[in-house]
């Protein structure tokens, strides 16, 4: 028998110009097989006793002469079949994890059977792969992020979904695992507590989008928590969705057609990622993280389908959005600085959905998790209002838009109409060519009876509002002051709502409901304008008893000194602005563990 060191002597020499690999060169080579451009100098014996591809093709060969063969399209290259030729000369090497799936492959691609000989390559193969690859969530990654640089065959073969279904099971264990230690942490610190996330989640960021997918997917199947799922796509989105949209923002103009290869890709990313998104009520995703998702489903023009579920969860749990997130800006030509329309339909799916609730009702108005409620209604008037605010000086923004936004949420999202009234103001000085019948137009939808009295007292000298609209403040505030020096605390008022909301026997039951349900809620905002002018009442107190107090024979009358007062308070005057919040990402620790084994076969 040949001595192992001289087999695993592997010479290279430049013959008419080309190389010629020799595996094993004290014999002289009896065949010449070629790959993908490489020549290897070879023997016929050692590769027809475990190939099959091989003995067929030297069979086959019309010249029994014939030393020269090519093989196209192997799996793994040259440097795979190298590894194979050394196994089938009987020489030392190593199965990682790097080359199983490329020699498995090529094992298949030669025929490498036991038909032809015990313990072939394919076998030795498959025994790394189940007793190594699958037992290890970290290795199971690597083979699968290599299976995706080869052929179909590996996908034939099984590779593919053995290590799909591998890392969801190892990733329920990883679960289980950190689980305890989440129960190890709770009486530590919430650095302490950050670091028992799961460890995997990175490692899947290093799949292509496909193969992502299905371990994804699989996930699903095998009860991984839809907040780990949630975050597992976070960081991959955070990790693959990079660089892009900044050409489309400052340069709106440009054609779709000549949109680039990497923007076809992250459009197909951010679309499968939406897809994935588990269901908003067993996980809770962050709403800048969906608002991420849209602004960058915009500038690659994303599937309307994908751009409209991002909306419908983001009006899911709209009460919990900041200003700053509903700022998106805009890449039409031609249009306002900001996009409204987005903003327009995400309200109308977040009214329709408290449209929805309502109607599902039994009898009790629903306070459970994701119910918008009364509470989030109002929540979200005063989110508009100072998105209302923010984009009404923008120029460009026309009347149209502006309006659909005023009238598109009910009376009672709103306790007060200061915020409504400063945006309108705003609009009206940016926009000076407004027609007098435009400018009705707007200060229609001001409730002058829901104006505080800071904001009255600036309608009131505001010359840009209509002269109707000031006579109307006027009018209200003479008589809140009546009711404030006579002591009516408004029940007249909240007797005559209360009576006028009985509902008709002729009614069905269903729309009985219905009319309680909105008299029920017209009650809850009448009782929070009572307490806020109960303050405002409060407020008039103490500038009298102050006013009293100071007297000092400056001649000043009780009605002067409260207008000084409430002169003195510019809340319309003050800068709007909102801090933006950075999200900060811990990489995970070296805490992995994994065996690393060592195959050799000979």
Known sequence: MVDQKCLSFREMKRVSGSEIIKIFSDVAGDITIVVDGESFLLHKFPLVSRSGKIRKMVADAKDSNSSKLELHNIPGGPQTFELAVKFCYGMNFEITTANVASLRCAAEYLEMTEDYRDENLIVRTEVYLNEVVVQSLEKSVEVLSICEMLPPVAEKVGIVNRCVEAVAVNACKEQLVSGLSRLDCNGE????KSGCLEWWIEDLSALGIDYYQRVVCAMGRAGIRPDSITASLMHYAQASLKGIGKFQIWNPARMKSNRTMAENDQRTILETLVSLLPNEKSSSIPQNFLFGMLRMGIMVDASIACKLELERRIAFRLEMVSLDDLLIPSIQTGDSLFDVDTVHRILINFLQRIEDEDNDDCG???????????????????????YLAEIAPDPYLSLQKFIAMLEILPDYSRVIDDGLYRAIDIYLKAHPMLTEHECKKLCKFIDCQKLSQEASNHAAQNDRLPVQMAVRVLYFEQLRLQNALSGSSGDGFLSQ???????????????????????????????????VRLSELEKEQMFMKQGMIDKSGNGKTFLTSISKGIGRIGIFNGPTGGKRQKSSRKSRGDGKTGRSRRYSVS
Request: charged share 30%.
């Open 189 to 192: 610190s919430a650095e302490l």
């Open 364 to 386: 009790y108005e629903s306070e459970g998790l994701g119910s918008p409620g009364h509470g989030s209604l109002l929540k979200v008037g005063r989110l508009i209002d100072a």
């Open 497 to 531: 709502r209360m009576s006028s909301g009985v509902p008709s026997a002729a009614m069905s039951p269903r729309d009985n409901y219905a009319s309680l349900r909105r008299e029920n809620r017209e009650l809850k905002l009448e009782i929070s304008r009572m307490r």
